[in-house]
């Protein structure tokens, strides 16, 4: 273990579990002792269940046997008894409870390890375009990809974060020609009307420039003329190509701000890095014999998918034109990430829809020897946001949702709501809170489902104080802080020596759970694991503290009682910003 690592109770009574499993049954050593939270119970094991037919007698048997064998060496166990077809029921001693309490709230890091230590984890997420806006298709991907960089940060990983731009290709030559022919275009930030952005000025742009091009084929033939310039290189194309890239960047970091992502400038690696490479990754798969001649391209045929007319799908290495699209591009990023990053994890955060795709790539970084069995490389696929009427997220008009609106809604709806609930609160004050209800409600409404599924993007639903919703966390963690302001904020100390009521016990046992579910999140790579255990701690604090009096308790109960207080609001503010979540002190 750690510095200041504490074995969850879990992992304690399996471990005693298992001896007794090795004790009565030797051939049985080494089997799984099937040990989780129960409701009859601190703790139920079915290993007796699952074994039985191994060990070759009744499941009732083995169960006795198992409970025998505990008997004789308890050590984290106080009681045992069996329960139904062979069920142990158990129950840890309520001095150890109070220690494990105890040994958490001394712990910088709440008794939490770092089984994660040693992994290079690069993480894929975000990725806009280049001179068009964020909208509600990139809320997923940078919601979900900042919380899994934050949990399997803090569980020891060295988290490399990507945020892949798309800042090449045709649609950048057609743009800088429209830009150089129609000077009088205004687009940069400083010549905009406040509250317009630059990146919203070139997404127009680009509209235009697009019907153009379509439009006009002597355009058309300038705008490619255009873009084998920047490929090639030539300055003021170049130059002309930074300077949006930069106005960009300038407005994706005003999105990255308000959000609370962790993603920075130092973060952005765009499809143009990979540019020089290439062309030595489609040298490297052809002598291989893994990408061959096709219909004057140049491509990877699939071993493992099938295309719809039941021959091996296609991966596009080289156009019949020469040029390179996104899947060279993706086999440059992915033999860099694994080659000069030095990553042994690779986690992809993008749209479901692009399964297929990830699948392909990462087939043929496996035949081309890049991706061994000692790198893992993901796809993190998620469902898509749907409106109130459960179709795609769209505007009335059908057009698609800005980012920086639909965040406007959500904390103009919570600063309402939260008006609502306290009315003498001072204009500043309520305005900070709302922009932290605001946004942690879409956050949370984000990660607090599993992320395949669709959801429906409901504002009155996710700022409401009352459910599963981020707010209601917030809330509940301002009503702790408020107790304990009311007590002094006391340091406390812990007497284990004081019998636990049924609530204080459920409580507890909650709070020791916290590291295993933060590694149930890093091996499953489900934000809604987390979501779902800050919300059942929430719902136990508020089952303890209408049960048992907290301040007008008499000593040491009182001091037991403030412990299990100031544990959980730190488990709380602690969980919530590894959700990317504000806790606030008052709301």
């Known amino acids: ?179 150089n022919e129609h000077p009088e275009a205004t687009w940069h930030h400083d010549e905009l009307e406040p509250g317009t952005s630059a990146v919203s000025a070139l997404d127009e742009l680009y509209r235009a420039a697009r019907a153009l091009f379509d439009a006009d084929p002597d355009f058309a033939d300038r705008s490619r003329q255009r873009v084998v310039a920047l490929q090639s290189g030539d300055p003021d194309t170049i130059a002309r190509w930074k300077e949006i890239v930069a106005e960009s960047e300038k407005a994706f970091r005003d999105i990255y701000d308000r959000l609370g992502v962790l993603l920075t400038p130092e973060d952005s690696v765009g499809e143009s890095f990979y540019n020089h490479l290439l062309s030595d990754v489609v040298t490297e798969l052809t002598e291989a014999g893994i990408a061959v001649e096709s219909e004057d391209a140049l491509v990877i045929f699939s071993e493992e998918v099938n295309g719809p007319d039941g021959n091996p799908a296609p991966l596009m290495v080289r156009k019949r034109d020469g040029g390179y699209g996104y899947d060279t591009t993706d086999l440059a990023t992915i033999r860099y990430r694994i080659h000069d990053l030095k990553a042994n994890r690779l986690l992809y955060v993008t749209d479901s829809r692009q399964a297929l795709h990830f699948q392909m790539i990462f087939e043929a970084a496996r035949r081309a020897g ?64 709302a922009e932290q209800a605001g946004i942690g409600a879409v956050k949370y409404a984000d990660l607090s489902s599993s992320r395949i599924k669709d959801y429906v993007f409901d504002v009155d639903r996710m700022v409401s104080f009352n459910g599963n919703t981020g707010v209601y966390l917030q809330y509940a963690h301002t009503r702790i802080r408020s107790i304990l302001r009311k007590a002094g904020d006391p340091e406390v100390a812990i007497d284990p020596t004081i019998e636990l009521q049924p609530a204080e016990r459920a409580l507890a046992l909650e709070l020791d759970a916290y590291g295993s579910a933060l590694t149930d999140v890093s091996e499953t790579l489900e934000p809604h694991k987390l979501c779902g255990y800050l919300y059942d701690l929430a719902r136990d604090f508020t089952n303890f503290y209408e049960a048992c009096h907290v301040l007008n308790a008499e000593e040491p109960i009182r001091s037991n009682r403030l412990a299990l207080c100031q544990l959980t609001a730190r488990t709380l503010q602690h969980g919530l910003d590894l959700l990317g979540i504000s806790a606030p002190e008052r709301m």
């Open 1 to 179: 273990m750690t510095n200041h690592e504490v074995l969850p109770l879990l992992g304690q009574v399996a471990d005693s579990v298992s001896q007794a499993i090795a004790h009565a049954r030797p051939e049985l050593a080494g089997a799984d002792p099937v040990v989780r939270r129960s409701e009859h119970a601190d703790f139920q094991s079915n290993a007796a269940l699952a074994l039985a037919k191994r060990a070759r007698t009744k499941p009732a048997e083995l169960a006795d046997a198992l409970t025998a064998a505990v008997a004789g060496d308890r050590g984290p166990i106080a009681h045992v008894e069996v329960s139904g077809p062979g069920f142990l029921n158990i129950t840890v001693p309520d001095q150890l409870i109070w220690n494990q309490l105890a040994a958490r709230l001394a712990s910088p890091r709440l008794g939490v390890g770092t089984p994660n230590e040693g992994h290079r984890t690069v993480i894929d997420y975000s990725a806009p375009n280049i001179a068009k806006e964020m909208h509600v298709g990139h809320l997923r991907t940078t919601i979900i990809g900042d919380s899994l960089a934050r949990v399997l940060g803090f569980l020891g990983a060295d988290v490399i974060r990507q945020n892949h731009l798309g800042d090449w290709g045709t649609q950048f030559g057609m743009l800088i020609q429209y830009l």
């Open 370 to 433: 890049w991706l061994t069995d000692s790198i893992e490389a993901a796809h993190v696929p998620y469902g898509t946001v749907l409106g109130p009427d459960g179709r795609p997220f769209k505007t009335r008009s059908g057009g698609t949702v800005r980012l920086m609106d639909l965040l406007d809604d959500a904390v103009t709806r919570a600063r309402a709501v939260v008006h609502e609930k306290d009315p003498e609160l001072p204009a500043e004050e309520l305005d900070k809170i």
